[in-house]
C-alpha cells in the first residue's frame, strides 16, 4: 500500500494551496480518507477526512477554508487550502481506514506546507 501525497510548498498568508494523494489501494472507494498535519513541537492533528459515502469532517481550526474531495476512479484524494494562514504550516499526512471510524490503518509520506506572513 502507497499513499503519495503531494502539492506542498511555501506560499504568503492569504494564499491558496492544493494538496493530493495517490493511493496505490485495492477498492480505493471502500476506504475513509484522512488529512492529518503535524507542526513542529505539536502533535499530529486530524484536518479533514470523508467517508466512503462522502460525508466530510474538519477540524474547527480550518473550516470554512479548506475543502476535502476525492476522485474514486482516480484513486485520488484532495485537500484544497485557501485563505491560508502561518498557523497552517505544518508537514501534511494523508491517511486511508478500512474504518468508518477510528484508527487509519495506512499512512503516506508527509508534504510540507509553508506559509509566510
Known amino acids: 500500500v502507497q499513499l503519495q501525497a503531494s502539492g506542498g510548498g511555501l506560499v504568503q498568508a492569504g494564499g491558496s494551496l492544493r494538496l493530493s494523494c495517490a493511493a496505490s489501494l485495492r477498492s480505493f472507494s471502500d476506504y475513509r480518507m484522512g488529512w492529518f498535519r503535524q507542526a513542529p513541537g505539536k502533535q499530529r492533528e486530524l484536518v479533514a477526512e470523508?467517508?466512503?459515502?462522502?460525508?466530510?469532517d474538519y477540524a474547527n481550526s480550518v473550516k470554512g477554508r479548506f475543502t476535502i474531495s476525492r476522485v474514486n476512479a482516480k484513486n485520488t484524494v484532495y485537500l484544497e487550502m485557501n485563505s491560508l494562514k502561518p498557523e497552517d504550516t505544518a508537514v501534511y499526512y494523508c491517511?486511508?481506514?478500512?474504518?468508518?471510524?477510528?484508527?487509519?490503518?495506512?499512512w503516506g509520506r508527509g508534504t510540507q506546507v509553508t506559509v509566510s506572513s
Open positions: 470523508i467517508t466512503t459515502g462522502g460525508s466530510t
Open positions: 491517511a486511508a481506514s478500512t474504518y468508518n471510524v477510528g484508527n487509519y490503518n495506512y
